[in-house]
């Protein structure tokens, strides 16, 4: 029944966007008349062939990449579409409400005037750049954006920092998701990228793949190159318990979830299973509390209690957790010492805008904190858009982001 109705909506849209081509191409030449409008079916063919497979066959058994091309093929062709037809539908209000008038005006004699070129063949052009406008964007997200890596700095001033730890410089990165990359060159020159900062402290908040531990099997050369002088600290996101595939067992899906724990530790990141550890530095302490996955709207995983414990006596407390939604659920009012949080998770919906003072995304009406830093008194919260990509394989607007931190004393 799904697949019955998913195909009659791809007909309605495109038999409805194809009048828009019926005008256009209304005075062409019969060889291009034709070529152009059998040339419109050909997606929509291939859009019915995909659902078919998707439907009757088991697309878990190919790729990851794979099956994200064809979903993100699907959804940029209908959204797309969907843009352009709100003209025509604008058109047919308004030849509507002209058929209307000219009926009433017929009946006393008299005609609307002609017109150069109608409305209606105006509203089809109108339409088709529409169509073609987030198509385009799209496809310059994938081909540009996706490894469009920029460099984020973040002074984070602390009250309580200590002076041996004034000016330590963290690197952050969040969201891998290496199931997902297609071009392992600029993953590498993205790594390098971070390198070249020369960070004291390197923070990695989760989501190493986006379901299989064998997706960074290819790319552990690349991100073990990843060092710091006082360490690599990491910490697992929703995507690395497997949650979103089938499995055969339980147990199975197990070994999956330890195979990504242990490419961390391959790769030389110590990973923090709710646990923490001590720096310490002139006789100051400074703590790394790092948790598994815990938000309230996926997987909790994580036990903040266990990892906070042995921390009394650190000056600063630097918390690693990739949901930001934890932080308001349970770090600000239980663990109002905790200075810091690290958090990845929302990409920044892979799409929005910021410019100057204009910031906005998609995903703000489904996150409170989704980029960037938030404070509410002296805790704050930094919420990393991700190194990664998943489901469609690029950014428009929300590059990939490497963040550096200072830490300063207030």
């Given at each position: 029944m799904t697949l019955l109705l998913v195909t009659i909506f791809f007909l309605v849209v495109d038999y409805y966007l194809f009048q828009a081509v019926i005008t256009i191409t209304k005075d062409w030449t019969s060889v291009?008349?034709?070529?152009?409008?059998?040339?419109?079916?050909?997606?929509?063919?291939?859009?019915?062939?995909?659902?078919?497979?998707?439907?009757?066959?088991?697309?878990?058994?190919?790729?990851?990449?794979?099956?994200?091309?064809?979903?993100?093929?699907?959804?940029?062709?209908y959204f797309s579409k969907l843009i352009g037809i709100l003209f025509l539908f604008i058109d047919d209000i308004q030849r509507g409400v002209r058929w209307v008038i000219q009926s009433f005006q017929t009946k006393s004699g008299t005609d609307l005037p002609g017109e150069a070129i109608t409305r209606s063949e105006f509203?089809?052009?109108?339409?088709?750049?529409?169509?073609?406008?987030?198509?385009?964007?799209?496809?310059?997200?994938?081909?540009?954006?996706?490894?469009?890596?920029?460099?984020?700095?973040?002074?984070?001033n602390l009250p309580n920092l200590p002076k041996s730890f004034d000016g330590l410089r963290i690197g952050q990165v969040s969201d891998i998701h290496s199931g997902s990359f297609w071009n392992k060159t600029a993953v590498k020159g993205g790594v390098e990228m971070l390198l070249k900062e020369k960070a004291d402290i390197l923070f990695f908040t989760?989501?190493?793949?986006?379901?299989?531990?064998?997706?960074?099997?290819?790319?552990?050369?690349?991100?073990?190159?990843?060092?710091?002088?006082?360490?690599?600290?990491?910490?697992t996101g929703n995507h690395d318990y497997g949650d979103y595939m089938k499995w055969n067992s339980l147990a199975e899906k197990n070994r999956n979830f330890?195979?990504?724990?242990?490419?961390?530790?391959?790769?030389?990141?110590?990973?923090?299973?709710?646990?923490?550890?001590?720096?310490?530095?002139?006789?100051?302490?400074?703590?790394?509390?790092?948790?598994?996955?815990?938000?309230?709207?996926?997987s909790k995983h994580g036990i903040?209690?266990?990892?906070?414990?042995?921390?009394?006596?650190a000056a600063v407390k630097l918390l690693l957790s990739h949901d930001p939604t934890h932080w308001d659920a349970q770090v600000r009012p239980d663990y109002k010492d905790i200075d810091v949080t690290f958090s990845g998770h929302t990409h920044g919906f892979q799409f929005g805008?910021?410019?100057?003072?204009?910031?906005?995304?998609?995903?703000?009406?489904?996150y409170k904190q989704w980029g960037g830093l938030y404070k509410e008194g002296n805790q704050q919260l930094y919420v990393n858009r991700g190194f990664g990509y998943i489901?469609?394989?690029?950014?428009?607007?929300?590059?990939?982001?490497?963040?550096?931190f200072e830490l300063k004393r207030a």
């Open positions: 291009w008349k034709s070529t152009v409008r059998y040339g419109f079916w050909v997606p929509t063919a291939l859009s019915i062939a995909a659902l078919l497979w998707w439907t009757f066959d088991d697309p878990y058994k190919y790729s990851a990449n794979f099956r994200n091309w064809v979903i993100t093929g699907l959804f940029a062709a509203l089809s052009k109108t339409a088709l750049v529409a169509t073609a406008l987030p198509l385009g964007a799209m496809a310059y997200g994938v081909i540009s954006g996706a490894h469009d890596y920029r460099i984020r700095r973040v002074t984070l989760g989501d190493l793949v986006n379901n299989e531990a064998s997706e960074v099997k290819e790319y552990l050369p690349i991100f073990e190159k990843l060092k710091a002088p006082l360490g690599v600290y990491s910490v330890q195979n990504v724990v242990n490419a961390n530790k391959q790769m030389g990141y110590d990973i923090l299973m709710n646990e923490n550890r001590i720096l310490t530095q002139g006789g100051d302490k400074l703590a790394i509390i790092g948790i598994e996955n815990w938000g309230t709207k996926f903040l209690s266990e990892a906070y414990k042995g921390t009394d006596e805008v910021e410019i100057a003072h204009i910031k906005w995304s998609p995903v703000q009406y489904v489901g469609y394989p690029g950014r428009v607007g929300m590059p990939p982001e490497i963040t550096i």
